[in-house]
């Protein structure tokens, strides 16, 4: 009990490890998986208090408060509601004994670290979350536009339209762009990555 209260209080415990594909089912986060809507672990990080789990739906974080402690708190970060965001990777110096992954989701920021000897592992990670980073951060930018470009095509037909005509053309227009909307959000919101994580996660 001793060396467990010590390496929480040095902190020692929070140098996470890297868990094999094999051992996905052995981990507490993939109880919380839903699995009925085809949501699987792509990459698992697992330090004695947390569970860093990615699948292709979603960041899974079993937040442990303290290495002696089995109180935990989940908390899910869906790509779909969320944006990965300065994703960074720092390496090891001379005398560390891990690296760090860092990044942000939901506002919320992350520093993950790794037993050095993982680095090969962790490098494809970073590439995954920064390939997702950067069709959130464009797919953001269509969408944008493309509702722009709507508001603004609603906007001139309803100028060039007569009086006895506004209520029918509003109507045949709400119909239209809400149609149109769904369409955009189904293609520009991602739910799910696993094309992503399939290409670089192979070490």
């Known amino acids: 009990m001793f060396g467990k209260v010590a390496s929480d209080m040095l902190g020692l415990s929070d140098i996470g490890t890297i868990i094999k594909p094999e051992n996905y089912d052995k981990v507490d986060a993939d109880d919380y998986l839903m699995h009925e809507d085809g949501e699987k672990i792509f990459f698992l990080i697992k330090s004695k208090a947390d569970e860093y789990c990615f699948t292709n739906h979603a960041l899974i974080h079993l937040d442990g408060t303290s290495a002696v402690s089995k109180k935990r708190m989940l908390k899910r970060y869906t790509y779909k509601s969320y944006r ?27 520093s ?70 769904k369409k955009a959000h189904a293609t520009y919101v991602r739910k799910d990555f696993s094309e992503v994580f399939e290409k670089y996660i192979n070490n």
Do not use: C, P
């Open 84 to 110: 990965v965001e300065d994703v960074r990777l720092e390496t090891a110096g001379t005398v560390d004994r891990d690296v760090e992954i860092k990044f942000s989701i939901g506002g919320q920021s992350f």
């Open 112 to 181: 993950i670290d790794v037993d050095k000897r993982q680095i090969e592992s962790l490098k494809d990670l970073y590439k995954a979350l920064v390939q997702i980073s950067s069709i959130q951060h464009n797919n953001a930018e269509y969408y944008a536009y493309a509702s722009n470009s709507l508001g603004t095509a609603a906007e001139s037909v309803r100028r060039s339209s007569g009086e006895a005509s506004l209520e029918t053309q509003f109507k045949a227009i709400n119909e239209y762009a809400f149609e149109w909307m």
